[in-house]
């Protein structure tokens, strides 16, 4: 496939936004060669600026689990486009979305809407430690919650002390207030938790895990989480950006049976517009301004046409009674596929998937968390990834992301993605 307009397009983007993109892995720098310029997109296939078609396998990180211009969606925005596009004063669509989440996922009273999943965990834990008046948190080596500076915090110096900050800009007293703890090693959270008596406000996780690849939890995880944050009096933060509204209608809580104290949303709850949104039970939600003391805020919070969009998508997962289904055979279907495809190969390979996301690790080890996530090999990756382009498969381009399904995928498309990974895997030793 040519891509000469995408790389002049690109060239030209340099030159005005830093790295010609408006987020890193849009760049391919870690696949090497030009991003893709994107002219148009309708259900599970993306049409470049060059005219070709690709099987998008990223769905904009997520959102698009219906298919791209999903026409609930896409009307629900026109006609509320008409009536004005912000106002900054309450609108009635906020409670109806409000109420819906609400009714879809367990154990949480209140919710308030943001315009992005970093800013839901952001506003989370500073809520967490207004409520708990404590001031660390601990997160998990490889889970990624979005780029305020509490969250970018580097696994380098071990996990059983301070955080190093891993992004300049990010200052050591801020970094010293999050510990980094091993995904899927309770024991190693406990030893955390001892360690700083009555100061952790709060346990903040990707509770299927899907920055670092997919990673399960493992049996028994989340659980030992919920016991260890009730008897020591910390709080409980589900970061369900990714996995919210997308493995079933309640998310991780409803799937595994776990229920947190604070959960975040973003991705799917917008429907492609930028909304994130956390929500707790009342005690805990109270606690915001104008009603409580923690300060949080936004002018486009609550926008009309985020809202619009997002309980358009909200209701149509809600009334779809097989949806969930579907994308769990569907995608079970892929992953044997390509067993099926890397089977007859010489080289190693891991594949995790749970529900919709799915992803594949070129290493033989269990991927249990953001070392073993790590030892993958990565110039094999880039092969696979730039074979796929050929053929026209978009999958993410980073061996550190999960492939997101989307319903509007049939198993023609399946088929073509599975005979384009047998085709590439030949070539990848
Ligand atoms: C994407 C993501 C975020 C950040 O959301 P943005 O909308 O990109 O700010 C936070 N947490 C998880 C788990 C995510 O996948």
Known sequence: MLYQRSSQLFIDAQKVIPGGVNSPVRAFKSVGGTPIFVK????????????????????????MILGHAFE?????????????????????????IAKLAIAMVPGIEKIRFVNSGTEACMSAIRLARGFSSKDKIIKFAGCYHGHSDSFLIQAGSGASTFGTPNSPGVTTGTAKDTLLATYNDLENVSQ???????????????????????????????????????????????????????????????????????????????GGLPVGAFAARSEIMNYLAPIGPVYQAGTLSGNPLAMAAGLAMLKSIDED?????????????????MHGAFGNEEFPYTINRVGSMISVHFDAMPVVDFQSAAKGDNEMFKKFFHGLLNEGVYIAPSAYETWFITDALTYDDLDFTIEAIRKVSKKLT
């Open 40 to 63: 148009s997109a309708k259900g599970a296939y993306l049409f470049d600026e060059d005219g070709n078609r690709l099987i998008d396998y990223i769905n904009s990180w997520g959102p």
């Open 72 to 96: 609930p969606v896409v009307n629900a925005v026109i006609e509320r486009t008409k009536k004005g596009t912000s106002f900054g004063m309450p609108t009635e669509l906020e409670t109806e």
């Open 192 to 270: 955390l938790i001892a360690a700083n008596p009555n100061e952790i406000a709060a346990i903040i996780v990707e509770p299927v895990a899907g920055n670092m690849g997919c990673i399960p939890p493992k049996p028994g995880f989340l659980e030992g989480l919920r016991e260890l944050c009730t008897a020591n009096n910390i709080l409980l933060i589900f970061d369900e950006v990714m996995t919210g509204f997308r493995l079933a209608k309640g998310g991780v809580q409803e799937l595994y049976g776990v229920t947190a104290d604070i959960v975040t949303f973003g991705k799917v709850i917008g």
């Open 321 to 337: 009674a097989t949806l969930f289904q579907r994308l769990e055979e569907k995608t079970a279907y892929l992953e044997a596929g």
